[in-house]
T-cell receptor, first 115, second 115 residues
Framework: GQQLNQSPQSMFIQEGEDVSMNCTSSSIFNTWLWYKQDPGEGPVLLIALYKAGELTSNGRLTAQFGITRKDSFLNISASIPSDVGIYFCAGQRFMTTDSWGKFQFGAGTQVVVTP | DAGVIQSPRHEVTEMGQEVTLRCKPISGHDYLFWYRQTMMRGLELLIYFNNNVPIDDSGMPEDRFSAKMPNASFSTLKIQPSEPRDSAVYFC?????????????FGEGSRLTVL
């Protein structure tokens, strides 16, 4: 199950507004991933982060790997109706070969964009 | 490029019946994951394979669940006998070691309803 704290749980915003969400953990992570899931579909990878402090953009999306390596942030600028969906963070700790690939997921942030 | 392919997309069955879900990972990926998603528990890792070998099945709910990966391009998740509480969306995901280590790609999911 989820061991990451993702907030907010939901957001209702107007088209054109910016959106910010974050994930925090008590553990240090080596990788942060951000996904978007549309209804009836699988999560789609938006951004991958591999270094503390890293700031990566994908169009109107920007994500940052926190300096403490215990958090990550996702921003969506100038939201549009198709930004509606659930956004998930996922963190990975690399400890040993057996631990590689075991991602922990946040509970998701539901984004609703009104015209 | 073909992504992760899952079948069936939807399955409705009666309690006690056997259910088999199928997954074809992205070609060249050496890790395969089975997740279950519910409203209450979010995304849960059930089991994952590396080079067709099960590495961690600690997330498998109980003995009614089993997973196999007979070759690099095919995996199954079987539930026998199925119960109503197994109703969920089951996702298969794959990833590969390499420069972009840790990018996890999901299929579109198999929505299971057990009556």
């Amino acid at each position: 199950g989820q061991q990451l704290n993702q907030s907010p749980q939901s957001m209702f915003i107007q088209e054109g507004e910016d959106v910010s969400m974050n994930c925090t953990s008590s553990s240090i992570f080596n990788t942060w991933l951000w996904y978007k899931q549309d209804p009836g579909e699988g999560p789609v990878l938006l951004i991958a982060l591999y270094k503390a402090g890293e700031l990566t953009s994908n169009g109107r999306l920007t994500a940052q790997f926190g300096i403490t390596r215990k958090d990550s942030f996702l921003n969506i600028s100038a939201s549009i109706p198709s930004d509606v969906g659930i956004y998930f963070c996922a963190g990975q700790r690399f400890m040993t070969t057996d631990s590689w690939g075991k991602f922990q997921f946040g509970a998701g942030t539901q984004v609703v964009v009104t015209p | 490029d073909a992504g992760v392919i899952q079948s069936p997309r939807h399955e409705v069955t009666e309690m006690g019946q056997e259910v088999t879900l199928r997954c074809k990972p992205i070609s060249g990926h050496d890790y395969l994951f089975w997740y279950r998603q519910t409203m209450m528990r979010g995304l849960e890792l059930l089991i994952y394979f590396n080079n067709n070998v099960p590495i961690d099945d600690s997330g498998m709910p109980e003995d009614r669940f089993s997973a196999k990966m007979p070759n690099a391009s095919f995996s199954t998740l079987k539930i026998q006998p199925s119960e109503p509480r197994d109703s969920a969306v089951y996702f298969c995901a794959s990833s590969s070691t390499g420069p972009n280590t840790g990018e996890l790609f999901f299929g579109e999911g198999s929505r299971l309803t057990v009556l």
